[in-house]
């Protein structure tokens, strides 16, 4: 079987040249997925050169057709020749077919679908095609504050461990757990919460994060030794993807895009896009044991605590990033660190991986669509992101294909909220 | 069973060769325990399982097995209470001589030789009967040279006679890593089956997670002349395939971690 792949401003046509039976079901199928994870969710098979269609081959139809609509996409056959469209009644699926679309005059092929520029002030989204959309929220900014303040490497003190509730309004990150006591001593890790989502990976030595989803009453909390939150809805969406040299974005071009979309110098931003890859770090051992008079931080000791991801991993899955960015200056006891690669700008960003799904086009809304990530499957990992600027042996940024990028704009406040 | 203590070995010490293959193990195997031993290539594991059975004496440490201090005895006298297979199916046997033969002078290692090959019906039947529990026809097949007969068979034949004595320790280095895989299947369920009916100790060096997780009773992780997990008990019983791979990826990635990155990473934790 020969697939010829032509694209228009409103669709994605698949022209199939030969048998769809069992030996090629297979094979179009990863043609339909791979053009669904492209960003083609309106898909059509021209079936004017197909010459038989087994029932393996139907269900690979039908399985395309599934999973374009679970993006809000759809997929029709159009240009069937007479013994198709029988094969199709006669097992029912003529539902399938689009008879009278392919009878149109089809249109000039466009490559690309023009991505729509509606960008910020000078801004020029360099390196992406972006599609902004307005989430009808209020524009004003969120209060974010800095919960628990542990110092980084310090022992930490138990008391003083704060329960931050998060609600699906929240979005957080940070050092935390659910236990409590001795619990919360020896298994404090990193956690990252967005819409009443959490995903923590407890410093014990486990591979997988745990979570905690929100429903009806329920309410997740965590004791903290340290976070960054900040409550309200979302002011913007930035959909995007490379531009046409290709090349996988980092986190500095994605929180470029999101304070120039909202026009602040402090953000948050929830993004969640295919990666090609993070580098970054995790509790080996829950900082909450550090001792007194201990020196964690030196090498080869900090091995013991925090484990290096040592290559890009998870290229190819989900990533479910929360950043909180700033270039201006932060309150008292607010701490944020430097980006190594832009120095006047402050990061801290933790990063959920889930198994790939594609996501619907468009304006798509924040919390119902992590709830429905969080419902569809486990995280597989979770990392503090870090740049790894090493000259040669660096692993350099996480690097990010395309996705959605949630942003608000935030005003730092001194005060411990919880 | 089996007591090592703060085992090390050294080779070409002083050197620009120098390697540290065992950087003090502490190992204690119970009597009739089977372990598995997992761990990246050159990281000790048959270094360990050579210093056991004494092919050459450690430059520390202590080893007890059942109950004599053995740290001194040279191989051969360890090989009185010590079985071992290898990797290759074609070490351990004579190729030209009968699976009879070979299991007569295999089965008398350490005793005085008797009459030649004359064997006794009494033998031989024994012989049949043990071999027949292989489950491979080769029960029929005692005069055949055993040169003639596939890797599999030989190295069942192998592990067999290893076991014949029933020896206080069984120390297998990769002896299904040669075979192709059906065959590696077999004698791993083979060597199971003989530990558990024989209430063996035994030691066995796997590249195969999926025996490593099959077959024994405890998993033995190395790396770098050390022992870095021992799964045992509960720990053992809910682990799998993918926890080991983890736990593979753990030490790996722990040996990317350098000064370098340490440098690099610590001030992104302001
Ligand atoms: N007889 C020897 N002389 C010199 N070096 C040796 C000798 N035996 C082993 N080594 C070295 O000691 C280290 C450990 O080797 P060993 O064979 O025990 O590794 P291993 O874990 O069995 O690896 P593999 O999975 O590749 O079999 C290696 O660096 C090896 O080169
Ligand atoms: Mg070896």
């Not at chain 1, 990530?373 to 000259?391: I, K």
């Not at chain 2, 049949?128 to 080769?138: E, N, Q, V």
């Not at chain 2, 799964?231 to 053992?236: F, H, M, P, T, V």
């Amino acid at each position: 079987m020969k697939l010829t792949t032509t694209a228009y401003p409103d669709r994605l046509e698949i022209k199939a040249e030969g048998r769809l039976d069992a030996a090629w079901a297979e094979h179009f199928l990863e043609a339909t997925r791979r053009a669904v994870r492209e960003g083609h969710h309106q898909l059509r098979l021209d079936a004017s050169g197909l010459e038989y269609l087994s029932s393996a081959g139907i269900r690979s139809l039908l399985q395309t057709h599934r999973e374009a609509a679970a993006v809000q996409g759809s997929f029709k056959i159009i240009r069937a020749a007479d013994f198709i469209v029988q094969t199709l009644r006669m097992s029912g699926f003529d539902s399938l077919l689009a008879l009278d679309e392919g009878a149109v005059a089809t249109d000039n092929p466009a490559p690309k679908a023009p991505a729509k520029h509606a960008k910020a002030g000078g801004w020029t989204a360099p390196g992406m095609d972006v599609e902004i959309h307005p989430l009808g929220g209020a524009s004003a900014p969120l209060r974010a504050a800095n919960l628990g303040r542990w110092q980084t490497w310090s022992r930490v003190n138990l008391a003083a461990c704060r329960e931050l509730e998060l609600g699906a309004e929240r979005t957080a990150l940070g050092i935390g757990t659910p236990g409590q006591g001795d619990d919360l001593a020896a298994h404090l890790g990193d956690f990252l919460s967005v819409g009443g989502c959490t995903a923590y990976l407890p410093g014990d030595g486990s591979e997988a994060p745990d979570y905690l989803v929100g429903t009806g009453q329920f309410v997740p909390k965590l004791r903290v030794a340290d976070a960054l939150h900040a409550t309200g809805p979302f002011s913007h969406v930035v959909r995007f993807q490379p531009d046409d040299s290709g090349s996988a974005l980092n986190i500095e071009q994605l929180l470029d895009a999101a304070f120039a979309t909202t026009g602040a110098r402090s953000v948050a931003a929830v993004i969640l896009a295919e990666i090609d890859g993070l580098v970054g770090m995790a509790w080996a051992k829950s900082p909450g044991l550090i001792a007194a008079d201990s020196k964690p931080a030196e090498f080869p000791a900090v091995r013991e605590w925090l484990s290096f991801s040592g290559e890009r991993v998870h290229g190819g899955d989900l990533a479910l990033v929360v950043a909180f960015a700033t270039t201006e200056a932060l309150p008292q006891g607010v701490s944020i660190p430097a980006l190594p690669s832009r120095k006047d700008w402050r990061v801290h960003a933790h990063a959920a991986v889930f198994p790939f799904r594609p996501l619907p086009n468009g304006p798509i809304e924040m919390a119902p669509t992590v709830q429905q990530l969080f419902a569809g499957a486990a995280p597989q990992a979770l990392l503090h992101l870090v740049e790894d600027d090493r000259p040669a042996l660096g692993l350099g940024h996480s690097a990010f294909i395309r996705g959605a990028c949630w942003c608000a704009p935030i005003q730092f406040t001194s005060e411990e909220l919880s | 069973m089996l007591k090592i203590r703060s085992l090390t070995k050294t080779f070409f010490p002083g050197t620009p060769n120098e390697v540290r293959a065992l950087r003090g193990i502490d190992l204690d195997l119970a009597d009739g325990c089977f372990a598995a031993i997992i761990g990246t290539n050159g990281s000790g594991k048959s270094t360990l399982l050579n210093a056991v059975a004494g092919t050459f004496l450690p430059d520390t440490g202590t080893l007890e097995l059942d109950g004599h201090t053995i740290t001194d005895w040279p191989e051969h006298r360890r090989a009185t209470l010590v079985g071992r297979v290898f990797q290759n199916p074609f070490a351990g046997t004579a190729a030209e001589m009968s699976i009879a033969e070979n299991i007569v002078l295999a089965t008398r290692r350490g005793q005085p030789r008797g009459l030649g090959f004359a064997l006794s019906h009494k033998t031989r039947d024994e012989i049949a009967d043990r071999i027949r529990s292989l489950k491979m026809g080769l029960e029929d097949r005692l005069e055949n040279p055993i040169g003639t007969l596939s890797g599999g068979q030989r190295q069942a034949l192998t592990l067999l006679m290893a076991t014949w004595l029933r020896p206080k320790l069984l120390l297998l280095d990769e002896h299904t890593a040669a075979l192709d895989p059906k065959s590696a299947a077999q004698v791993a369920v083979l060597t199971k089956e003989i530990v558990t009916r024989e209430k063996l100790t035994a030691l066995m060096v796997t590249h195969s997670m999926q025996q490593a997780v099959q077959l024994p009773d405890r998993i033995i992780m190395m790396h770098h002349g050390n022992i870095v997990e021992d799964y045992s008990g509960e720990r053992r019983a809910r682990v799998r395939t993918d926890d080991l791979m983890h736990a593979f990826d753990r030490v790996r990635r722990r040996d990317l971690f350098d000064s370098t990155v340490a440098e690099t990473v610590l001030p992104q934790y302001a």
